[in-house]
């Protein structure tokens, strides 16, 4: 930390750049504790993810990108939980050459995210990482008593939808090491992708149809196969139609230019859509009341008896399994 | 990671390790978010803090110790804000060199400290920290609504009290790299001192006396003149008598044997007590109830009009302000 100007102290960070993004509950980042009551009838759903330099993203990524993906990746949960955003710490772990510009850039990028997902800024914890930067979220929602929307509650005979396109965040992360694929694809399907890949968007508006309508609900960002796979298990298997797995044009172009693509398109992860089961009968008021919000909503496949990964039936009549599963940074 | 026995996957680690300590509303850590509803009538309490190894603990502390330390320090500011605990998430940010050993020993710490404390593991999220291991914990306590005892809210004329004995976690952190002083200390000194640094003892038991009595409060984990510093403000300061500041046997011997320890002592940091500013006419109940407990707490000074620093009457007839203020690994 030697040379450079002086550095603002932890308290002096707090004031300049957190202070002002403080929540109702957080009485101005100006204690150590804040506090958070669910609505009367409601529970808290509480999720935590964290994402490091090097392995989640790339340390040159613009940071106001990163404040974004960092809140998205846990908002992304409680939409897939059928929960109602209310509030986040913030745990903030700087590498040694961390800037002031930096920091704005981030503390920006963060209060336009958590302004629109509706959430407050509740408290956290600056701190040296003494290696890359580490940016951690807690992230409050809440949902009507006993109404969190699980992940294993899926029944034989469920339809299997997912919100969305699937495979635009692995590509586009693939993207960034100049492929050959690339040169199939015009400037606008690689800015989508690059795109998707940065700046997940959780599916906020999806949490009441979840509540109303699905057996069992999670993200796909560790992958579309792999967290299938998390989903079932216990005699529940899936066949999934993979040519009824919803792509982007981009992604479309991707996968007529370079086939393999199809592996890391339904395994890749850093999708922040929703995989959901929906029993049969709720299926028809289900869709409708998604592309009632103008949210796009496919089934894909089925929960079936069986204790094997789920299965993927190819356009050319193969079935096929992803046993690669799901990605994981660990 | 190449070579060496193969590695479990984060999934595998999460059912080995850390599904035995899920609590209610964590659905066995099969799931991808948690559900907490306070008791009827309370407010949650949340906070965050994150120690990171060679900056706020030696990496070579043993792992159960650590998981006792991640977990006290937030269960210290619960205890602070009259919180009781409720539970916790985990962000376990590992270095590319852990070991199953370590993590089994860290679990295992961490199960004795929760159960400890009467709360609960909610879910979190591990992931490679590509640099030093770091450990963020958010806690949640609950407090009767509206009753989270504040940092900021002391009157002039309180009376400030600190509880058990002020220094022993900074010269037990000092005791590590071998201080001349520390030749004074018979072995028992020794190891109170470096136990107070390894290991946090929040004041749980203290939190309904908070709420009954304080008007504000705080723990000193930043050391107790800092901390002081950051309770008061807006025209209130503070007047310590040195003298009164409690200090453990361990601690008196080391400050006799080398009389500038006094500035470590009062600015340290890593002291997981509790400052607190009790109104005069409340004071009689507030002592009577920690002795009721058998909990040792000793009035230090009062909150007087004024600007400045925290002012330490010393015994010596001098005044002296500690302006280094407080500790701050940032």
Redesign the interface.
């Known amino acids: 930390m030697a040379g450079g100007p002086p550095r603002p ?3 002096g ?1 707090i004031a300049r750049y957190f202070a002002p993004l403080a929540g109702p509950g957080a ?1 101005g980042m ?9 609505s009367p009838g ?15 993203y790339f340390p040159d990524d613009p940071p106001a990108s990163l404040a974004r993906k960092a809140l998205g990746v846990n908002l992304s ?2 939409a ?2 059928g ?1 109602v955003p209310r509030g986040v ?3 903030l ?1 700087l590498p040694d050459d961390w800037t002031e510009d930096w920091l704005a850039g981030f503390t920006e990028g963060l209060a336009g995210a958590l302004a629109g997902a509706g959430c407050a800024l ?11 930067a ?1 940016i ?1 979220v ?1 992230a ?2 809440e ?1 009507p ?1 006993g109404g ?1 929307v ?3 509650t899926a029944r034989i005979g469920d339809r299997l939808c997912v919100s969305g396109t699937v495979g635009d965040g692995a590509l586009g992360l693939r993207l960034r090491r100049g492929p050959a694929w690339a040169a199939s694809l015009d400037g606008a399907m690689r800015a989508h992708l690059a795109d998707r890949y940065l700046h997940p968007r959780p599916r906020l508006p999806l949490a009441p149809l979840l509540r109303r309508h699905a057996r069992a609900a ?2 796909i960002s560790d992958g579309f196969a792999g967290d299938l796979a ?1 989903m079932l298990g216990g005699g529940r298997g899936a066949l999934v139609e993979a040519g009824a797995v919803p792509l982007s044009p981009a992604a479309a172009a991707a996968l007529a230019a370079e086939p393999g693509l199809i592996a890391p398109i339904l395994t890749g992860g850093d999708d922040y859509e929703v995989l959901c089961a929906v029993a049969p009968e709720a299926l028809d008021a289900f869709l409708s009341d998604c592309a009632g919000i103008g949210l796009a909503m496919t089934p894909v496949g089925t929960v079936i008896a069986g204790d094997g990964p789920p299965a993927f039936a190819m356009p050319d009549g193969t079935r096929h399994e992803f046993a690669a599963g ?1 990605f ?3």
Chains 1, 2 share one sequence.
Do not use: N
């Open positions: 102290s932890e308290d960070l009485d100006r204690d150590d504790a804040a506090t958070l009551t669910p409601c529970d808290l759903v509480l999720t935590a993810d964290a994402i490091v330099a090097g392995i989640h949960d409680l897939a939980k929960a710490l913030l745990t772990a509740l408290g956290g914890d600056t701190v040296r990482s003494g290696g890359p580490l951690g807690t409050f929602g949902v008593a969190m699980r992940r294993t999670m993200d998390k799901s994981s940074h660990f």
